[in-house]
Nanobody
Framework: VQLQASGGGLVQAGGSLRLFCAASGRTFSSYAMGWFRQAPGKEREFVATIQRGGTTYYADSVKGRFTISRDNDKSMVYLQLDSLKPEDTGVYYC?????????????????WGQGTQVTVSS
């Protein structure tokens, strides 16, 4: 499978962005999908995941501000980023997991996209 992320950009604090992830393959609905991010000099961190059935989980740092969703017919995953803060700056990666339980560790995801840059200015 290939994951193609897009939608990143430069935005002021308090602003919004919408990230997109297009997945190839015909079994998209069989997998959990998610987003990780990596800031300069830091490790990759979990942002959000959406299970096959649509249940969502978020990192505490983004809960209430970010929304993950999916469209199985289009093989797309979305991440709506609202009330952005400078600490949200980083490269955002779209990921796929075969697990049927919430996954928060990078090793639990078997496919990674190339990443899209989000920069939030203060």
């Amino acid at each position: 499978v290939q994951l193609q992320a897009s939608g990143g950009g430069l935005v002021q604090a308090g602003g919004s962005l919408r990230l997109f992830c297009a997945a190839s393959g015909r079994t998209f609905s069989s997998y959990a999908m998610g987003w990780f991010r990596q800031a300069p000099g830091k490790e990759r961190e979990f942002v959000a995941t959406i299970q096959r059935g649509g249940t969502t989980y978020y990192a505490d740092s983004v809960k209430g501000r970010f929304t993950i969703s999916r469209d199985n017919d289009k093989s797309m995953v979305y991440l709506q980023l609202d009330s952005l803060k400078p600490e949200d700056t980083g490269v955002y990666y779209c990921v796929r997991s075969r697990l049927n339980t919430p996954a928060y560790m990078p090793r639990q995801y078997d496919s990674w996209g190339q990443g899209t840059q989000v920069t939030v200015s203060s």
